[in-house]
């Protein structure tokens, strides 16, 4: 899709557009390798996300490297009226991270060092543009673990994962990042620095300001450092890859897991067979883990500090579970390649069902005991449309996967191509369906582009009001992040 895609929204005309001076003050406070021009297609990949489905059209990314530069830019900014949108990794899934119009890019990939480690209280702190992958591997060298992984993790960003709240694959052991993060340092629109990156494990000091900006996917103010408390590095890690026939099963066994692993189990995810079979398709060469297919699946990994302990709970478990017959079949890692290779399984979900053109992605908070039924009730009415199946019909699958321990589930719609008559089924049917349940129409993934607008679906009117007049209070230029969020 292109702007022109987009009918409902128009270029605000307060905003100014980028003249040869804007350019020459760029130049004159930032270096050559910090600033890219659209020159053809050259922007393409900082203009697009990586579903296809959003493509902005700026003409200019800035990549500053330091706080003061991205203070400097942003005082210009809000002084000249010229819109902006924060950039990590550009691996958002709700078009938050690219240009709806012309807005100036500020990438953080370059604000890109660690800057401090503390291995006693575990504070971790560094810049916005650490990529995941680097903070992991840093803090492994250092006996330590950054407490969020994400299938994206060779590629996002520690300050956009911040900025977006992401949860990721272990929340339900280590807890969501407004627990987590100790501090940030955060450039406002104005150009002021605002920072408590130094904080303390406890600081009841007023407000804490910090968690506005934990979620607020850059329409308040520009992360650029983060301090998080990472968790010791555990010496046992285990998992199993589980077939079973129902949803309502996948429920059981996840009440007995918290009740006979409870202190090591570190992540329970569950996979339709939908998202199976597109990975199967796109893990083409890689041998499927179980005998059969089965209707659902569930990973389940274990973190302690010993092994041997750790394992025979673990097998203890699966035993009974399969003496009750609450599962079907089990594969449990045998070694550390085999622990890496289960989570291959969960990992290629999304990527698989991108891999056929794009995809429609919703992300869902709900009771569990309804969690599974948007996904039934979604794929029922896009097969009644007669639109799934081989080409040239435009939908390949419709899946639902996601964080059991969490209550979030993950809809993915694989797609040949993007059409408004799958839309106008996928839309308003999926809010309208998640309000009447109670649900919330973002659990991780943030409201972006793709759901400005929805909010009241999940959040009361006083609410979306009080959200309002954050984002005037801090942006009163709106130059941030625009056309999005609230
Ligand atoms: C996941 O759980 O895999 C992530 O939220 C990413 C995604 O769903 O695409
Ligand atoms: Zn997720």
Redesign the pocket.
Known sequence: LTAEAYPKVHRNPDYKVLNDEDLKFFHSILDDDEIIEANGDDLVTYNQDWMNKYRGQSNLVLLPKSTEKVSKIMKYCNEHKLAVVPQGGNTD?VGASVPVFDEIILSLRQMNKVREFDPVSGAFKCDAGVVMRDAHQFLSDNDHIFPLD???RNACQVGGVVSTN????NLLRYGSLHGNVLGLEVVLPNGEIISNIDALRKDNTGYDLKQLFIGAEGTIGVITGVSILAAPKPKALNNTFIGLESFDIVQDLFVKAKKELSEILSAFEFMDNGSIKCTIEYLKDEPFLLKKQHPFYVLIETSGSNQQHDQEKLSAFIKSALEEKLISESHMAADIDEYNKIWTW??S??PACNSYGGMY?Y?MSLKLKDLYSVSDAVTKRLNAAGLIGDAPKPIVASVG???VGDGNI?L?IAVREFTKQIEDLLEPFVYEYIQSKKGSISA??GIGFHKHGHLHYSRSEIEIRFMKEIKKHYDPNAILNPYKYV
């Open positions: 899934l994400l299938p994206s992401a949860g990721g694959l969960r990992k979900v999304p992605k992300d996967y996601g964080h993950h993915n991780e993934h």
